[in-house]
């Protein structure tokens, strides 16, 4: 849980993220945020983005599948922020920090890489995007999307809903420290498309 209560993201005295439903509820926000998104994360693929991937891409995605919950969809937040003893990076760091990750992200020399070597660098990305933690929230679905995203581009599919989102959650917080979970995880998921 974010340490929330006096964040400029949150209802006055609570932890509740201020949303276009206006909803004050936990539980509720949750819930309609969850079913929402679940619906963006299952038509995004149909839109057939043509866009490099750069952190514009990233931005784009996160818009796409929170824009009818948060104004904050697709905007870096402006806040630090913390989850269980996890300090993600300093918010004024986002900006450059980002586009180094994204200069990692080259699809064509991807595409020539064994398979085990793209595992690698397909879990480097992701753990390196969770630790920039760019989004006030929704990272997580985020970075899953545009993780899909890369696989099919160079060939492979990955289906996370496969996948059980504690194994995810787990797996991602211990690759802060020790991808090993990680890249297993994905070693397992990640098809080459035939
Ligand atoms: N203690 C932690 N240390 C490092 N990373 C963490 C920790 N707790 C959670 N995370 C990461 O943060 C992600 C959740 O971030 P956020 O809530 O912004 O995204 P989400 O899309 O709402 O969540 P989820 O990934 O659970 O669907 C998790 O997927 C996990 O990768
Ligand atoms: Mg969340």
């Not at 753990?127 to 099919?152: D, K, Q």
């Amino acid at each position: 849980m974010y340490d929330a209560i006096n964040s400029k993201y949150t209802y006055k005295g609570t932890d509740i993220l201020k949303n276009k439903l206006d909803i004050k509820d936990e539980e509720l926000l949750k819930e309609y945020e969850t079913r929402i998104v679940a619906f963006k994360i299952a038509t995004i693929s149909t839109l057939t983005i043509k866009m490099e991937y750069s952190p514009e891409r990233l931005k784009f995605i996160h818009k796409y599948l929170f824009e009818d919950i948060f104004y904050f969809a697709g905007e870096y937040r402006q806040e630090n922020i913390t989850k269980g003893n996890f300090r993600f990076s300093e918010y004024v760091y986002i900006e450059d920090n980002i586009k180094q990750i994204f200069q990692k992200i080259d699809i064509e020399e991807m595409k020539k890489m064994s398979f085990n070597e793209f595992i690698k660098i397909l879990s480097y990305i992701m753990t390196e995007l969770n630790v920039l933690h760019p989004f006030r929230e929704g990272n997580g679905r985020t970075i899953r999307e545009l993780i899909r995203e890369v696989c099919f581009d160079c060939g492979y599919v990955i289906d996370w809903y496969e996948i059980n989102h504690d194994d995810i959650l787990k797996a991602s917080i211990k690759a802060v420290f020790d991808e090993t979970e990680q890249i297993k995880m994905l070693r397992r998921s990640v098809k080459k498309v035939i």
